[in-house]
């Protein structure tokens, strides 16, 4: 199989790192990408080596011609710009693998509904999400994923073909559910630092129950399966998310509450304003995405955020 990767992160470089043990790969960085330079010059960054057999490129076209399988791995709000460029080359009949969590925040709209908008050549599409670091990884500690496409012949397909024993890929059939799910997952991430930075990490557990219940709501209102939140695309990432020294999303939420700076992606912080454009469209109560949001864009006090979800009115633990 070849596969062009697209994204030179931690996770686009591990992705065309490890396919290329088995498979034809090319890794592109963009032109002004630091990372990319890096990676041409010394062949590794802080988390691997690349292998020899991997190619590297900076030119968009030939990235998409070298395969018919293409996995994205960038931030999510630049994929509407990405997906401009790829429209303007020939890419009909190619499948693409959005290896990314988040929803665009100045439109609310799911990274699949964007491509579909500026892409308009006959593609086949699918998601990739779920929890996994690369640090544990390339470890050779394994984990399981999921996979979901508006085309179940898609989903067999990328399963069929990139499941592996150190990424065990399963079969999702819900879309909505497992985009926003995953996407979800980082603004929950971002929440869960906070406690930490607090010193209330013991009510993670609570955070977990209530934040997959919220976001279950949510994707019921949506038109997607609330049990998607129950599963790997959400509540299955919550370890590699609220709880692992690797999250960005949780150390971003922890410094920020200390006051101190944190120079890495945190998706989430992106994530939360889709969320809240989302609950209002849905009429659906998002309180931890809303309390993470008046933190982060209206400066209030992660303690008096905290007080105020406690004293919201009593219900029922599983009231819709």
């Not at 439109?107 to 579909?116: A, I, P, S």
């Not at 929890?131 to 989903?155: L, Q, R, T």
């Not at 971002?190 to 209530?210: C, E, N, Q, T, V």
């Not at 939360?272 to 469209?281: E, F, H, I, S, T």
Request: proline residues 3%.
């Amino acid at each position: 199989m070849k596969i062009s990767v697209l994204g030179c992160g931690r996770w686009g470089t591990f992705l065309a790192a490890y396919h290329s043990r088995k498979n034809d790969v090319m890794l592109w960085g963009r032109p002004s990408s630091a990372h990319f330079a890096a990676l041409c010059k010394e062949r590794k960054n802080e988390y691997l080596t690349l292998p020899a057999a991997l190619r590297l490129s900076s030119d968009l076209a030939e990235a998409l011609a070298f395969a018919d399988t293409v996995i994205i791995s960038i931030g999510a709000q630049q994929l509407r710009s990405l997906a401009a460029q790829i429209e303007a080359q020939p890419v009909a009949g190619k499948t693409f693998i959005l290896c990314m969590k988040g929803i665009e925040a100045d439109t609310g709209r799911r990274l699949t509904q964007v491509f579909r908008e500026v892409v308009h050549q006959p593609v086949k599409l699918a998601v990739w999400v779920g929890p996994g670091h690369v640090e544990d990884f390339e470890a050779g500690i394994p984990n399981c994923m999921v996979v979901d496409s508006d085309d179940p012949s898609v989903v067999d397909a990328i399963v069929e073909g990139l499941s592996s024993d150190l990424i065990r890929l399963y079969k999702g059939h819900d879309l909505i559910g497992t985009e926003v799910g995953a996407a979800a997952k980082n603004v929950i991430g971002i929440a869960a630092g906070m406690l930490d930075g607090l010193g209330y990490s013991s009510m993670k557990g609570a955070l977990m129950a209530r934040g997959a219940r919220e976001v279950a709501r949510l994707i019921r209102a949506m038109g997607g399966d609330e049990l998607s939140a129950y599963g790997l695309c959400h509540l299955g990432d919550y370890e590699a998310t609220l709880f692992s020294a690797h999250s960005h999303n949780r150390m971003f939420g922890e410094q920020l509450v200390q006051g101190k700076p944190y120079d890495k992606l945190a998706e989430g912080a992106f994530t939360v304003k889709a969320m809240v454009r989302l609950g209002k469209q849905y009429a659906v109560e998002l309180p931890i995405c809303a309390a993470v949001d008046h933190i982060l864009y209206e400066h209030l006090a992660p303690r008096e955020a905290l007080q105020i979800l406690f004293a919201r009115s009593v219900k029922g633990e599983f009231d819709t």
